[in-house]
């Protein structure tokens, strides 16, 4: 029995983290600000007095100091996520992924205290050497182009780490890639899953940006939630970096097509130019593939569920969801006539 703090434990990752920790008998601190993240998501817990949610950002030093003093592990996940987010809103964004992590993590070495940090398979950049390994070169495009200053700025968190381990802090750090699953939010991390799951449902055309041959990995939100634990219980893992995703390939493309036989949807599949989502300061990375060698070799990773299983259950859980959702709203209209 451990007393945690998970910054961004409102959060779509954050939340499947809390439901195991607070499973497995911990007591768990949330400290989020809500801006991406919902007491929805964690609404299951509010009577569970193992529980705590702390509302506020990671970028107020005493509220981070108190909390980081009462845990005796830290799973850091709080930031301004999602490519859409930080194109729109960069500067704030920076602060936030740099400064706030800079917070925690100067705490937590002050008080001696175990993290784990997340990282984004982002921080590769568009570099072509695939698959990913953790050592391997990265290849940013120019400052001028927004999209990179989140890459840029979870790479400055890592050199942080890093250095704060090489002074003695115990500190893991993940790179994720594309994580997916219930609670996903259209609105935070933007994943192009729960974007084709609401164009599938409502018959729209599902919006494939670019020529749809980008590859990605998609890794279900239970085995990323695996590995996470798995990484704060390993000695070895300590001042490491690991790639957490499924290795599997897929294209955008396919991926639209996967959703619209389960969905049964009737929409077509559109081609958007990157300029009308994105505007101009844009660039993709065309192939996105992670190594898992060393996360398999030294956290016993091996992402289980396949993206069919996975997408079913999620898109079940968008129906059951969006469903309700769509009821209060009619409820609420009725109230209010
Ligand atoms: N979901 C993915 O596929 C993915 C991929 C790569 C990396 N990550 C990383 O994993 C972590 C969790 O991402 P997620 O997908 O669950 O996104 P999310 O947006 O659901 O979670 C982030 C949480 O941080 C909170 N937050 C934002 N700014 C904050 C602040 N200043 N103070 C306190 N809380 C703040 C948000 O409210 C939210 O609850 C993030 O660090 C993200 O960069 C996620």
């Not at 007393?3 to 499973?23: E, N, Q």
């Not at 784990?116 to 570099?127: N, R």
């Not at 081609?271 to 994105?278: A, I, L, Q």
């Amino acid at each position: 029995m451990k007393r945690v703090l998970v910054t961004g434990g409102a959060g779509f990752i954050g939340s499947h983290l809390v439901d195991y920790l607070l499973k497995r008998g911990d007591t768990v601190t949330c400290l989020d600000n809500l801006t991406t993240g919902s007491r929805v998501n964690i609404e299951h817990h509010a009577k569970n007095k193992q529980f705590k949610v702390v509302e506020g950002s990671i970028l107020n030093e005493s509220l981070v100091e108190q909390a980081v003093l009462e845990a005796d592990l830290i799973f850091h996940l709080a930031a301004a996520v999602g490519v859409r987010h930080i194109v729109q809103n960069p500067l704030e964004s920076i602060i936030v992924n740099v400064e706030g992590t800079a917070c925690v993590l100067r705490y937590a070495h002050k008080y001696k205290k175990k993290i784990v940090l997340a990282s984004s398979s982002e921080v590769y950049g568009k570099s072509n050497a695939v698959p990913y390994r953790e050592d391997g070169d990265r290849l940013l495009g120019s400052t001028t182009i927004n999209r990179w200053s989140y890459a840029a700025s979870k790479a400055i968190d890592e050199h942080m780490a890093l250095n704060y381990a090489s002074q003695g802090l115990p500190v893991v750090i993940l790179r994720f890639f594309n994580t997916y699953g219930p609670r996903i939010n259209e609105q935070a991390y933007g994943t192009v899953i729960a974007q084709f799951i609401r164009q599938a449902f409502l018959n729209d055309p599902m919006t494939v940006h670019g020529s749809g041959y980008q590859v990605r990995c998609f890794t279900y939100v239970e085995d990323t939630v695996a590995g996470v634990v798995s990484s704060s219980e390993i000695k070895e893992a300590e001042g490491q970096i690991f790639n957490l995703g499924n290795p599997r390939p897929w294209t955008v493309v396919d991926l639209a097509q996967l959703v619209k036989k389960i969905t049964r949807s009737k929409s077509e599949i559109s081609h958007v130019p990157y300029k009308d989502y994105y505007g101009l300061s844009y660039e993709d990375t065309p192939i996105r593939i992670p190594d898992i060698t060393k996360a398999h070799q030294i956290l016993d990773f091996n992402p289980e569920i396949h993206l069919e299983e996975g997408l079913r259950r999620t898109i079940n859980w968008c129906r059951e969801n969006y469903q309700s959702a769509r009821n209060t709203q009619k409820k609420n209209r009725i109230l209010s006539d």
